[in-house]
């Protein structure tokens, strides 16, 4: 599985951005889809997932009521809409494909294939 992630940029404390990440490949082994961030000198952290299959949500507690993913499964793309952003949130964004197990889970190594990372910048 091949992932692109975009959407990246910057974006004024308050406002709002859209990520996307487009799936090709065999996108038929796709579980769950998740969005990990990581700040400069922080380590990579979970940020939302979603199952491939039912659209069942998670969201890490830094995000929630601002953040939501969502995909499209006849175009093998998932989303991160962010409102409400903070300084906090800037970072790379990274989307991921985990091929197995019954959720998308918070633990980066349980995920098999990663994008390149988009970058948002949350200037305040």
């Known amino acids: 599985v091949q992932l692109q992630a975009s959407g990246g940029g910057l974006v004024q404390a308050g406002g709002s951005r859209r990520l996307s990440c487009a799936a090709s490949?065999?996108?038929?082994?796709?579980?769950?889809m998740a969005w990990f961030r990581q700040a400069l000198g922080k380590e990579r952290e979970f940020v939302s997932g979603?199952?491939?299959?039912?659209?069942?949500?998670f969201l890490a507690d830094s995000v929630k009521g601002r953040f939501t993913i969502s995909r499209d499964n006849t175009k093998n793309m998932v989303y991160l809409q962010m409102n409400s952003l903070k300084p906090e949130d800037t970072a790379v964004y990274y989307c991921?494909?985990?091929?197995?197990?019954?959720?998308?889970?918070?633990?980066?190594?349980?995920?098999?294939?990663w994008g390149q990372g988009t970058e948002v910048t949350v200037s305040s």
């Open positions: 490949g065999r996108t038929s082994s796709i579980a769950h």
């Open positions: 979603i199952k491939w299959n039912g659209g069942n949500t």
């Open positions: 991921a494909v985990r091929n197995g197990g019954p959720i998308p889970t918070t633990n980066e190594y349980d995920y098999d294939y």
